[in-house]
């Protein structure tokens, strides 16, 4: 037991008929004359307690009168099993103990604007919906680890502090250290790919930065990630791992998570679909996707944010685009042999226009072609010599990918904008609270 006074509103159907304290927040009030309700928060639920004249001595029964929204408050009752009461059991109140009264609370059921809201993060965190969405989120962390640790893998925790980029030199955040320069990682997978090599399968899990100037409803500065990298694994052993990943962590999440997608409204038909196996395009066809939809595209870009909701809309589930223009890819790429011109790469789309939410591939691991890579990128050579090293001993044929949690979270929430998704996100326009 957490606490020995106090029980907690979801645990509640265990104590029908008996007495219990709760400790918790004014959420809402509402009076009809000689009883008045009060809905009472406590972290892991909503209870309706029930303030009847006759039970309770003047005073309490007064305190309607002074108990303002988020309030702090001990209630003592007795639990009572009622089909209409919202989850099933209200609280008959004996007593109520205020522990502090809250001043004028700025988040009212009214109508707020999203920045207001965002500047009130600290607070709106409180909101049936935004607890319902973090609730989700954990969810999300929990079945990705479970099915990493489940299937044999490692977890090697990847450094923030780091001495060069992985994804572009332009998204990098620099910041001082001890007289030289570092950058907060972008990635992990540089590190993970040295892990793989030691323990053959392996993930990191963790915060990743990039500067992105754009403002978009799918980038943060600061977002979370989970890395996966196997040895002798090839780019379709990495579309199978992909695969069956997404479909574990989605299924199970809207299994566990059903009051909190219910709460968000979420139509689950669709993500009931995500099952092995999904389509798997070239980037090549992908084009073709676009041509037909009279999108305006040149051949050789990477894909906008509408082009992906483009090609994911003629799918009904994730769709796994392969086969990048290289020229477009990162450095570390391994080109296709068959076609030199495109990566062994594969980004996988949501589906109702989420778009991406993972993207991988199979490493170069040849140490010569990565040389003249890293060279043709303008990457400090000195920084990568580490990672060189991992081409001189032993090397062998390795790919991962990196899924992005708030972007899976916004798809399974079904919200617009991944700013929800995260406690307290961080975009070019917010470092606050
Ligand atoms: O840039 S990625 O496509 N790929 C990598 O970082 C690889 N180094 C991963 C790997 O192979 N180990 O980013 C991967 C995912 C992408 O699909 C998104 O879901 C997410 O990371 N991502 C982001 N989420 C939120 N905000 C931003 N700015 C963002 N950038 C990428």
Known sequence: MIRKNFVYVEDISQYDGKEVSIAGWVY???????????????????????????????????????????????????????????????????????????????????????????????????????????????????????FFDNNGFTLIDSPIFTPSACEGTTTLFETDYFGGKAYLTQSGQLYVEAAAMAFGKVYCFGPTFRAEKSKTRRHLTEFWMVEPEVAYADLDDNMDLAEEFLEYVVQRVIREKEKELQVLERDLTMLEKVKRPFPRITYDEAVEILKKNQVAFEYGDDFGGTDETVISSAFDKPVMVHRYPAEVKAFYMKRDPQDPSKALCVDVLAPEGYGEVIGGGQREDDYDTLLQRIREHGLPEDAFQWYLDLRRYGSVPHSGFGLGIERTVAWICGLKHIRETIPFPRTIYRLYP
């Open 28 to 146: 809402n009030k509402r009076s009809s004359g000689k009883i008045w309700f009060l809905l009472l928060r406590d972290g892991t639920g909503i209870i309706q307690c029930v303030v009847s004249k006759k039970d309770v001595p003047e005073e309490v029964f007064e305190l309607e009168k002074t108990l303002t929204q988020e309030s702090s408050v001990i209630v003592k009752g007795l639990v009572h099993a009622d089909h209409r009461a919202p989850g099933g059991y209200e609280l008959w109140v004996r007593h109520i103990e205020p522990v502090h009264i809250a001043q004028e609370y700025p988040i009212t059921p009214k109508e707020h604007g999203v920045d207001f809201l965002m500047d009130h993060r600290h607070l709106w965190l409180r909101s049936t919906k935004q607890h319902a969405i973090l609730r989700v989120r954990h969810a999300v962390v929990r079945a990705i680890r479970d």
